[in-house]
């Protein structure tokens, strides 16, 4: 893809969505981590309420302490309170490594059911009522509320003697950390691969901005040498050309060879110079087409007419065949022209002396082909598939010395798709090559 400002926009958005995505899909995958460490957290909740009301029940001493202090006054003694946490400290980290910071509270409801919540009777930082809904119920999740046990006891507090049920319950204010803390590594992992993301798209992006610049800057050069180079070989063929009708010149041989010389590498020159233009101008983006109604009959016959006298120099020859009826084309003339002239020069250059090119035109269905076809040294599958990258060479094995930058069939192929048409090879070593263009009628 050429880094023109419309690619490199679109390579940019298209890299923006996918960093967003993998992103989007990271943090899914820590919702659903932290789903299910939330889950494991308040499995292990269940599992340590029972241990404890078990253990409770288990532990008379305990037990008894706290009944004393709840009819007595309802306010837990000091000693009763560092019991009560060591205890239950101990069961839930021993029990099911429930390590996390806790704080309890008792709460009281009569068993007459006039009342609809548990009051606190005791306790630092817990809720002042919970919602009655049985003794023994389930866990209030969001303030990590644990359903331990119930007592009906005397409680001395409410002012008469009467059975009330008790309830202890131990809340969890810190489980979000301990969630974090027991995620640290899976979200280490993510920052990380997150981080590591957002670093490859942005040198990504500062890599194409860059590339992109030299591109630019590669360009404006080659344009710059090229037409610098325009006028003095304008000027070196203008004087082979009058050197070679000048009456001196005729008489003498060598001097007319020299002559010769200057101007057939002229012309070469300016034909390797106009196909670093054509392929800067498509590189630049800058280049538009033309197009127009004109016969692709009549183009042909302009292009064979000033190309047949280098074939004839050689010996060979080229043969029309011209059969398609569907001659009208809205196309760009120059940018044809040049097409057909890369193509000649192509089949000429890798064509053994005397070389035969046959032009062949025919209707299809979609429009009208026209073929070029040569009886030149051909090329393998592994060149066919680089034919028309740019400044790529097939290997000639020294069968004919073929000079060039690669540029013609590139360039051949950029002004073909910007036509909306086709170009397809068909080459087989030592037999030849045969490059169809179909265009749309």
């Known amino acids: 893809m050429r880094l023109n400002k419309v690619n490199t926009s679109i390579v940019i958005f298209i890299a923006a969505i996918a960093l967003v995505g993998l992103c989007w899909v990271q943090y899914i995958w820590l919702q659903d981590s932290i789903a299910i460490h939330r889950q494991i957290f308040e499995e292990k909740i269940d599992l340590a309420s029972g241990m404890v009301k078990k253990a409770i029940e288990e532990e008379t001493h305990l037990q008894r ?53 548990f009051r606190k009777i005791a306790g630092d930082n817990v809720p002042q009522e919970i919602d009655y809904d049985g003794c023994a119920n389930d866990i209030d999740k969001e303030f990590g509320w644990i359903s331990l046990t119930c007592k009906s006891i005397s ?73 610098e180079f325009k006028t003095p070989i304008f000027s070196i063929d203008l004087a082979a050309g009058m050197l070679k009708k000048a009456p001196e010149v005729s008489r003498s041989e060598k001097l007319e060879k020299y002559v010769e010389v200057i101007g057939s590498e002229g012309k070469r020159l300016k034909n390797q110079v106009d196909k670093v233009l054509q392929m800067a101008m498509v590189d630049s983006g800058n280049f538009k087409l033309e197009k127009k109604e004109l016969d692709i009959h009549d183009l042909i016959h302009k292009v064979t007419d000033n190309f047949r006298f280098l074939i004839n120099e050689r010996g060979g020859k080229i043969n029309l065949e011209l059969g398609a009826s569907k001659t009208m084309l809205l196309a760009d003339e120059t940018h044809l022209k040049n097409i057909i002239y890369n193509l000649l020069d192509n089949a000429q250059k890798y064509s053994p002396e005397q070389p035969v090119i046959t032009i062949a035109t025919e209707d299809t269905k979609e429009g009208v082909a026209l073929k070029i076809a040569d009886n030149g040294i051909g090329m393998d599958e592994h060149s066919q598939r680089y034919i028309f990258d740019k400044f790529y060479r097939a290997n000639t094995s020294d069968v004919h010395d073929v000079k060039g930058f690669g540029l013609g069939l590139s360039y051949v192929k950029s002004v073909i798709e910007a036509h909306q048409a086709s170009i397809k090879l068909m080459s087989k070593p030592n037999v030849g090559s045969t490059f169809t263009l179909q265009f749309k009628a």
């Not at 205890?87 to 309890?104: I, P, R």
């Not at 409410?158 to 979000?176: A, I, V």
Request: with cysteine; aromatic share 14%.
């Open 65 to 117: 302490d706290i009944i004393r202090d709840l009819q007595m006054n309802g306010v837990f003694q000091p000693v009763t309170d560092q019991k009560i946490r060591k205890f239950a400290d101990s069961v839930m980290y021993n029990g099911c490594g429930l390590d996390a910071t806790f704080e309890y509270g008792i709460y009281v409801h009569s068993d007459d059911n006039t009342e609809t919540s």
């Open 155 to 227: 409680y001395a507090g409410m002012g008469r003697l009467k059975p009330f049920h008790f309830h202890m319950g131990f809340f969890f204010p810190n489980s979000n950390l301990y969630l974090l803390s027991e995620m640290k590594s899976t979200l280490g992992t993510a920052a990380l691969f997150i981080l590591l993301l957002m670093g490859c798209f942005s040198y990504t992006i500062i890599t194409i901005r860059k590339q992109k610049r030299l591109s630019e800057m590669k360009n404006d050069f080659i344009n710059n040498l090229t037409h």
